[in-house]
């Protein structure tokens, strides 16, 4: 028993005839106008992503916010942060 499955051609075929009878049409030719819509909502459904992602860059700072090297200038045992400090900090963040 064999599975035939579709195949996109490599090159798209030519639009028939309508006045030659004779002409048979490519098996898989179908499968070109279902790859163009596929392409096309993929790539039409980029653009409201794209905005999407730009609502966060208010957070960009955030985002490159590097904790192991605030807590590196925190860490002083001679001279501690205060707790006031420390509090208006992780409000802030």
């Known amino acids: 028993m064999f ?3 579709t195949v996109r051609p490599d090159i798209k075929p030519d639009e ?3 006045s030659d009878k004779k002409q048979i ?14 392409r096309n909502s993929l790539e039409n459904s980029i653009s409201p ?7 966060y860059d208010k957070y960009d700072q ?7 090297a605030i ?4 860490d002083d045992e001679d001279n501690p942060p205060e707790i006031d400090f420390l509090k208006k900090d992780v409000i802030f963040h």
């Open 3 to 5: 599975l035939k499955a």
């Open 16 to 18: 028939l005839d309508p």
């Open 25 to 38: 049409q490519d098996e898989n030719s179908w499968i070109f106008d279902a790859y163009y819509r596929l």
């Open 62 to 68: 955030e985002y490159k916010l590097d904790p192991a």
């Open 71 to 74: 807590i590196k200038k925190l």
């Open 49 to 55: 992503l794209e905005e999407y992602i730009r609502t």
